[in-house]
Every structure is written in structure tokens, then in C-alpha cells.
């Protein structure tokens, strides 16, 4: 099933919309937010399947599902943590800057705290109050889980994980250097994220989850042209299951954990850094990305940061060429 | 007044408490738990004001507050940014491990983005799985704040708290080099931190709060001994409206927003590193520092981290030397 959070409040308004996106059912009977859904999953989940199958038959009265109505499916939460998942994409951030990646980072997850207080919508602006701060998009794909025990082996992870979803991680990448340096990881350099217009079930995904991995095309668009086409199943060193259990080492985690799988990123096919989709490559899910290959290979980052006016477009379609999450789309402010 | 939560469901019971911790009243009835009381905060908290006048006058019938049933003031919460306000801290930090401190850190404020979705109670076990971790724990000051909009002030930030209250941080001291190693921050070495059992409004501190920092002694006990006996107020370089501004300056802030101080830590008053109680200092807030102290002095760190069994006890006593916020003591199992 798909579910979204219609703008109400601060937590929204729970509903299950149809799998072409096109209608929703109110679920607020059910649960009123998403995190109260959560919250109480094994007894809220099958009422919401009903619900779910009801909408799907046309078996009730259903509203037109407008994607710019939507908040984030979690308006706000009680964990966000984002990992490196793609190491291509750290390896090649470090090779730009000129810092020897540690074999480490093959085997041993790299995840940073987010701060999860406040998520954009899909459609809403990304606030950016000084273009100096190096605004960024990453495209990723996002989990929510359930209850995580302290010590969940991977499988017990994989098996918590409730919703799929995808996100754009906006990141100040001027302001990362100096924060970097103080030694204390993110703040300031992240600001609020933006969710997809629903977030979907794994098993309504059928073949595109497995392997603890979504598998697609996370199509990136850059102010209308084509930016990135990269396969979130392809060079993801560590799944979804593998980064939860990290998280999960030295504590719980609790329902409506959002964990990210950090900027998605393909080699190319040659196995070097991957080229632009004007030179027949898959692009790329960061301008990061780009101006580092653009420093690899000439020297220097050409390729600006977002200014404002400036548009960002994420999502992953289906067979038929439908997004399944719907559609994040948002103007630099 | 004096807000708690009284262990129920995921987010516990809101009751105001008496000023002497003795008593309580339910405030289901204004608010059913404290994340919705500071959802609402201009609203609700007249009528917590006017429930806890009652309680203060014996007006209505109270129930016996007992500390251990309480959990967290907010059992889990949206945001939980930790600052290192005691610069003097980090410093000797750094001293013992041969790094050299920035001079920026003495004017640009050290944050770092901590996980929020679950507090421990006061009174909570500390759940341990190895003690090869490294287990310590670190006495703070800790605020909770309504709305903070996007580049507020200092002015503004110290205007948007709402209460005030004490933690342990506790953090797996042997985890940290790899993770900061790894560029990103904490994310196992800093598992769930434990609040104190009352939160208390500023205008009930008194001369206590002023210059948007908490004045008094910060009683630390180790397994019964006197172990740190900090003043908050004294050398705390950024005041509670600095790290709340720095935090705010790329993005907004939701209410229920848990700001820390970072470890208390007084100079000597030679003005070198504190000395231990027991030779007439201030002695510590957390174990790392008397390690880093040992180290400085005497070459090696000698006193243990927690073991097992070992006890860790955080107060602040008000002039009749009752606890105003209460007793977080944990044992570590």
C-alpha cells in the first residue's frame, strides 16, 4: 500500500492513496498520523491493507490525491539517520579533495545523525537564505522502520523495515568543509530534507525490493534537463539491512526511524567515475558528484551550486512509467 | 513550574509536580503528553500555570510523586542537539591527546547532532552490552524550546525556552576515535541519554537563570563518592541563546527542540585543569576528564570507566538543599 500525510497540523493527516496515485482514502479513523500508524503497526498495518484493497476495488468514496497537497508522510520524526551506502560516490568526493579513502569504508558503514524536526514536502521550496552556502540536492532512498532492538542482527533489521521512500537531502556544501573540521560531523550544513508524496510498503513493491535494496532508475532532473539516471540497486555496498543493524549496535531504535542510503551513484560502465547523461553516461544524484568528476578529470569544478528559482525533480517510475512514489519537485527560495 | 512525565505508553503522562517534588497532579486533562503541551505552548501553559498554583496552594487533591516512576520528561523528541559550551572541556581534551585546539572553537560554537527517539528516566538502567565500550557519563544542562524560526537571534533564541532541565549523556568513550575518525560524527558512540525526572519553566528558577545559563552547583556522584561539583554558571563560553541562534541559522527549529550544554566543566581556580575533590577542587562531570586530567599530570589515565553495577548520580540542590530538576541515578547493567 501507499501512504501519504495530507498538510494538517504538524503531523499531517494519514491517508492511503491509490497505487496510480490518482485518489486517496481518508485513514484518519484508523490512525491519525502516520507516527501513531507506526506506533501501533501490527494492529494499525492490516486495517490500513483493507483500507488499501477498498480503495483499490473502488469500494468507497475516494478524493482526488493532489501531490502538492502533501506534507512529508513524516512531517516531523524521531530519528533520521543517513548513511554513505553508495561508497563510489565517498570515494570519489575524496579523490576530488585529494584524501586517501580508508579500505575501511568498504566494510564498515559510514552514517551520520540527521536532524529530524522538520521535513519539507515533495513540492515545497527549499528555503535558502545565502546562495554562498553551496546549496545541494542529494537523491536517495529512504526507509522507515519500526521498533529496532539493540543488537537487531541484519536480518531483524530488514524485517523492521515498514515504508520505502525516496528523499532529497539538501545539504550546504560550503558550509560542510568547517563544519567537517570541528570534528562533530553535521549540523548547519544540513538543513530539513524533502520526502516523496507517499511512501509505499516493500511488499508492495514486488521485485523492485530485495536484497534489503531498492531496485530502479532515480531519475534527477537539474532546472528541466536530465541530470541523473543511476540504478538505486546497482553499487550499493551496504543494503538497508546492514545499515540498520549498524545503527542498531548500542541502542534501540524506535518506530518511525528514517534511515537514508545516502546519495545513490553508479560507476560508469568503464568502472571509472561515472559520466553525464549527455555523454551517454547515468549521471549523477549530487552536483557534488559532477564537480568532483569535473575536478578529476579537468582540473576544476564547473557546474554551479542551486541558486534560487533553481529546480530539482526526483522520482523513480514504474513499468508503465508512473512514479511510485510520486514526485519531489522543488524550486530553490 | 515543574513538568514531568510519569511512565505510560511512548510518550508518558504529563503532571505538574510541587515544587518540592513531593506531590503531583495529572495534566492529562490541559495536555496528555509534554511534546503536546510545547505543540500548543501559548495556550496550554496558562492552564499549567494555574494547575500548578494549586498544586502550590493544596487546592486540589495530589498524588505522591515518586522520581523513579518517571520517564523522561519527553520519553523521545523531535530534536537533540548537544553544544560543548564548556570550552575549557574540550581544551583539556585535546590537551591529553596531544591535538591542538582552534582558536575559532573559543568563538564558534561546537554542536553535534545527537538521536532523539528514546530518553532514558532518571532512574533507568543504563543498558551496557559491553564494557569494552568504554561507558561514561557526562553531567549537562539541557533546554527545551518552542518554535525557533530560521535565523533567529540570540534574543529570540533565549525567548523560546521553555524549560530547563539536567542530563547524562552518556557515551561509549572507546567508540568515539573510529567513528570521528570517520569524518561524520557520532552515531554508536552516543546511545540514549538520561533526563532528569522534573523539567522546570525559567521563571521558576529564579536568580538561577540568568544571562541564558543555569547557576549552580552540579552535584556528580560516582558509586556514593563525590566526584564533580561544577558550577553550570562558571565558564560556560556560549549561553543557552548562542547555541540555540548557531543551531537555528540554516533552518528552523520545532518546538520540543532539547538543546545541551555539553559536560560541565570548571577551571581550577589557579586557573590550570580542575583538581579532584578529594585535593580541594571542583572535581568532574564526566570520567573522560579526570582521564584527561590523570593523562596531563601523570602520563596515564587511571580512573576506570563504568563498569557493571557502578552508579552514577546527577543533582542540583536549591538553597535548602533539596534537588530542584530531581536525582538522575542509574546504575549500569
Same mark, same amino acid.
Given at each position: #500500500?501507499?501512504?501519504?500525510?495530507?498538510?494538517?497540523?504538524?503531523?499531517?493527516?494519514?491517508?492511503?492513496? !491509490?497505487?496510480?496515485?490518482?485518489?486517496?482514502a481518508?485513514?484518519?479513523?484508523?490512525a /491519525?498520523?502516520?507516527?501513531?500508524?507506526?506506533?501501533?503497526?501490527?494492529?494499525?498495518?492490516?486495517?490500513?491493507q483493507?483500507?488499501?484493497?477498498?480503495?483499490?476495488? +473502488?469500494?468507497? /468514496?475516494?478524493?482526488?490525491? =493532489?501531490?502538492?497537497a502533501?506534507?512529508?508522510?513524516?512531517?516531523?520524526?524521531?530519528?533520521?539517520?543517513?548513511?554513505?551506502?553508495?561508497?563510489? =560516490?565517498?570515494?570519489?568526493?575524496?579523490?576530488?579533495?585529494?584524501?586517501? #579513502?580508508? +579500505? !575501511?569504508?568498504?566494510?564498515?558503514?559510514?552514517?551520520?545523525?540527521?536532524?529530524?524536526?522538520?521535513?519539507?514536502?515533495?513540492?515545497?521550496?527549499?528555503?535558502?537564505?545565502?546562495?554562498?552556502?553551496g546549496?545541494?540536492?542529494?537523491?536517495?532512498?529512504?526507509?522507515?522502520?519500526?521498533?529496532? /532492538?539493540?543488537?537487531?542482527?541484519?536480518?531483524?533489521?530488514l524485517?523492521?523495515?515498514?515504508?520505502?521512500?525516496?528523499?532529497? +537531502?539538501?545539504?550546504?556544501?560550503?558550509?560542510?568543509?568547517?563544519?567537517?573540521?570541528?570534528?562533530?560531523?553535521?549540523?548547519q550544513?544540513?538543513?530539513?530534507?524533502?520526502?516523496?508524496p507517499?511512501?509505499?510498503?516493500?511488499?508492495?513493491?514486488?521485485?523492485?525490493?530485495?536484497?534489503?535494496?531498492?531496485?530502479?532508475?532515480?531519475?534527477?532532473?537539474?532546472?528541466?534537463?536530465?541530470?541523473?539516471?543511476?540504478?538505486?540497486?546497482?553499487? #550499493?555496498?551496504?543494503?538497508?539491512?546492514?545499515?540498520?543493524? =549498524?545503527?542498531?549496535?548500542?541502542?534501540?531504535?524506535?518506530?518511525?526511524?528514517?534511515?537514508?542510503?545516502?546519495?545513490?551513484?553508479?560507476?560508469?560502465?568503464?568502472?571509472?567515475?561515472?559520466?553525464?547523461?549527455?555523454?551517454?553516461?547515468?549521471?549523477? !544524484?549530487?552536483?557534488?558528484?559532477v564537480?568532483?568528476?569535473?575536478?578529476?578529470l579537468?582540473?576544476?569544478?564547473?557546474?554551479p551550486?542551486?541558486?534560487?528559482?533553481?529546480?530539482?525533480r526526483?522520482?523513480?517510475? +514504474?513499468?508503465?512509467? =508512473?512514479?511510485?512514489?510520486?514526485?519531489?519537485?522543488?524550486?530553490?527560495?
Amino acid at each position: #500500500m501507499k501512504l501519504a500525510s495530507l498538510k494538517s497540523g504538524r503531523d499531517g493527516r494519514l491517508v492511503v492513496v !491509490s497505487d496510480d496515485l490518482a485518489y486517496y482514502a481518508d485513514a484518519a479513523h484508523i490512525a /491519525p498520523t502516520l507516527q501513531a500508524a507506526l506506533d501501533d503497526w501490527d494492529r494499525v498495518a492490516p486495517s490500513l491493507q483493507a483500507l488499501a484493497i477498498d480503495v483499490r476495488n +473502488d469500494a468507497i /468514496p475516494l478524493e482526488r490525491f =493532489h501531490e502538492h497537497a502533501a506534507a512529508a508522510p513524516l512531517p516531523r520524526a524521531y530519528q533520521w539517520a543517513d548513511g554513505s551506502a553508495y561508497v563510489n =560516490h565517498v570515494q570519489l568526493v575524496r579523490q576530488a579533495r585529494g584524501a586517501e #579513502m580508508p +579500505d !575501511s569504508f568498504w566494510h564498515d558503514p559510514l552514517v551520520y545523525q540527521g536532524g529530524s524536526d522538520g521535513f519539507l514536502g515533495a513540492r515545497d521550496a527549499i528555503p535558502l537564505a545565502d546562495e554562498a552556502w553551496g546549496c545541494d540536492c542529494e537523491a536517495e532512498v529512504v526507509v522507515v522502520t519500526g521498533d529496532v /532492538p539493540q543488537g537487531a542482527s541484519r536480518e531483524e533489521a530488514l524485517a523492521a523495515v515498514r515504508l520505502v521512500g525516496l528523499t532529497n +537531502d539538501v545539504s550546504l556544501r560550503n558550509l560542510i568543509p568547517g563544519e567537517l573540521a570541528k570534528g562533530f560531523g553535521f549540523f548547519q550544513s544540513k538543513p530539513a530534507s524533502a520526502m516523496s508524496p507517499v511512501f509505499v510498503t516493500p511488499d508492495a513493491l514486488g521485485d523492485r525490493w530485495r536484497d534489503g535494496k531498492l531496485h530502479g532508475c532515480l531519475t534527477v532532473d537539474l532546472n528541466g534537463q536530465a541530470f541523473g539516471r543511476a540504478d538505486a540497486g546497482v553499487d #550499493m555496498t551496504f543494503d538497508f539491512g546492514t545499515l540498520i543493524a =549498524h545503527l542498531a549496535k548500542t541502542r534501540s531504535l524506535g518506530a518511525g526511524t528514517i534511515v537514508g542510503s545516502g546519495t545513490v551513484s553508479n560507476r560508469d560502465s568503464d568502472g571509472g567515475p561515472g559520466k553525464p547523461i549527455s555523454e551517454g553516461g547515468l549521471g549523477y !544524484s549530487c552536483i557534488a558528484e559532477v564537480r568532483t568528476v569535473e575536478t578529476i578529470l579537468r582540473g576544476k569544478a564547473e557546474t554551479p551550486f542551486l541558486k534560487s528559482g533553481d529546480t530539482v525533480r526526483i522520482t523513480m517510475d +514504474d513499468e508503465r512509467h =508512473h512514479p511510485i512514489f510520486g514526485v519531489i519537485e522543488q524550486t530553490v527560495a
